[in-house]
């Protein structure tokens, strides 16, 4: 409870978790939100995500990917899913193939889950810096900013639509980015 500062948990395990929850402003762009965290980190290698995607992506290989390369960021590349059916048609009209509604076989997006440096933070000028823009094309234009190739479950959860898939997937008991026991 943010007001009262009380704290619950509903897990009956001892977690070895420390959460911070840090103010960063009502009107901070992402990038300021992310350059707030700099007290916070103590110079050590840092994930970061967004609340707005679910995967299956396995963390400790992402990490270990990261420390692979000695970049300062790393990404994780996936494909969207398609939002409409595909056809394969041929000339004279015939249906080739179709799949309703497939994972996109070409194209590469930003899948929002990040291993970070803490020299990212000089890319970031402030408040009104939005990560997406100047710093992640920055650190990509300096040859900091490498792909992790994720070719399992991502979706998005940005429509009304993307929240009714991925509540259908949860009570049907076939969510893939439930990965935990």
Request: hydrophobic share 35%.
């Amino acid at each position: 409870d943010l007001e009262t500062g009380q704290v619950r948990s509903d897990t009956k395990e001892k977690i070895d978790w420390k959460l911070e929850l840090i103010e960063t402003g009502l009107n901070t762009m992402t990038g300021g939100r992310i350059k707030r965290l700099k007290p916070f980190m103590e110079d050590q290698t840092f994930m970061l995500t967004w609340g707005d995607g679910v995967s299956d992506v396995n963390l400790d290989d992402l990490l270990k990917f990261h420390r692979s390369h000695g970049k300062l960021a790393t990404l994780t590349a996936v494909r969207p899913p398609a939002r409409y059916g595909h056809l394969e048609i041929e000339e004279a009209g015939n249906v080739r193939e179709f799949s309703e509604k497939p994972q996109a076989a070409e194209g590469w997006i930003n899948g929002a889950f990040f291993v970070l440096e803490p020299g990212i933070f000089d890319y970031i000028e402030g408040d009104a810096t939005q990560w997406e823009k100047e710093p992640m094309e920055n650190l990509a234009a300096d040859g900091q900013l490498m792909a992790y190739h994720h070719t399992s479950f991502w979706q998005c959860m940005d429509t009304l639509r993307e929240k009714y898939i991925l509540e259908s997937l949860w009570q049907s008991g076939n969510a893939p980015w439930k990965i935990w026991k």
